[in-house]
Nanobody
Framework: EVQLVESGGGLVQAGGSLRLSCVAS????????IGWFRQAPGKEREGVSC????????YYEDSVKGRFTISSDNTKSTVYLQMNSLKPEDTAVYYC???????????????????WGQGTQVTVSS
């Protein structure tokens, strides 16, 4: 059974940083793409970033390019999302998700992700 557990959310002032973690169990990260998504109140869930370790490929949504960095540690079966220069508009619940067809690349479309974590709240105050 695939399980994803996010952590690292919290309350931070604008300009601050947070690092989110997504610990995966029941899978080998090399066989999957891992995506980070977020959903703000009243808005649809959107793809923020994703990584395919096997394909050595990453994706960033335009609004987070240069501020967010996705990385992984296979020894810990963990994917991280380092978020710097946070803005109030980054406030959302952040989810990680796994795509079991992600060996050759990743997509930021939630439809392709088959397993999801429970989410972690990120709140950025102005």
């Amino acid at each position: 059974e695939v399980q994803l557990v996010e952590s690292g959310g919290g309350l931070v002032q604008a300009g601050g940083s947070l690092r989110l973690s997504c610990v995966a169990s029941g899978i080998t990260l090399d066989d999957y793409a891992i995506g980070w998504f977020r959903q703000a109140p009243g808005k649809e869930r959107e793809g923020v970033s994703c990584v395919s370790i096997s394909a050595s490929s990453t994706y960033y949504e335009d609004s987070v390019k240069g501020r967010f960095t996705i990385s992984s540690d296979n020894t810990k079966s963990t994917v991280y999302l380092q978020m710097n220069s946070l803005k109030p508009e980054d406030t959302a619940v952040y989810y990680c998700a796994a795509d079991n067809r992600g060996r050759y690349g990743c997509l930021a479309h939630e439809q392709v992700y088959t397993s999801w974590g429970q989410g972690t709240q990120v709140t950025v105050s102005s």
